[in-house]
């Protein structure tokens, strides 16, 4: 993945934390916790990693489906 120009590397559980973020990005920390199988801890961790290296820049609830958008991360 390239983000302001740097490649970033993402493995596999930060691609399913991003898809889901992705779904709903006001999702609550104890969902994604379930969803992805790991601690809070790591969840956190994660989001946090990806917010530094700017692979995640905001968190915005949008219906992109009721506006014509399809798309997948």
Not at 56 to 73: C, E, K, P, T, W
Request: net charge positive; with cysteine; charged share 25%.
């Amino acid at each position: 993945m390239n983000c302001g120009g740097k490649a970033v590397e993402i493995d596999e559980l930060d691609y399913k934390l991003l898809n889901e973020l992705a779904v709903n990005a006001r999702f609550p920390l104890i969902e994604l916790v379930d969803k992805l199988g790991c601690s809070s801890k790591t969840v956190n961790y994660r989001v946090n990693n990806l917010i530094k290296q700017k692979v995640i820049r905001a968190f915005r609830d949008l219906q992109h489906y009721s506006v014509g958008i399809n798309f997948h991360i």
